[in-house]
């Protein structure tokens, strides 16, 4: 069985629904006992957990500065 690797660019046109059901794919992908097909998987869905850390960064980053403008505006 061959997994679907997913572009860098194509990664981040997915909308969070999509990356989470791909995350949760992955996830169980990985308990297969095939050990070259597990570590591939495993690295993809390493790549896929560091977009959704990315993207929860950026959000909280984003938050922050709109709570300290509002602030400074007043």
């Known amino acids: 069985m061959a997994i679907r690797t997913i572009s860098e660019d194509d990664l981040r046109e997915l909308s969070d629904d999509q990356l989470g059901r791909q995350i949760d794919t992955m996830r169980r992908l990985s308990r297969k006992r095939d050990s070259d097909f597990t570590r ?18 950026r959000r909280e980053i984003h938050r922050d500065f709109m709570k300290n403008l509002r602030r400074n505006q007043y």
């Open 40 to 57: 591939k998987v495993q690295t993809e869905l390493c790549y896929l957990q560091r977009e959704m850390t990315w993207r929860h960064r």
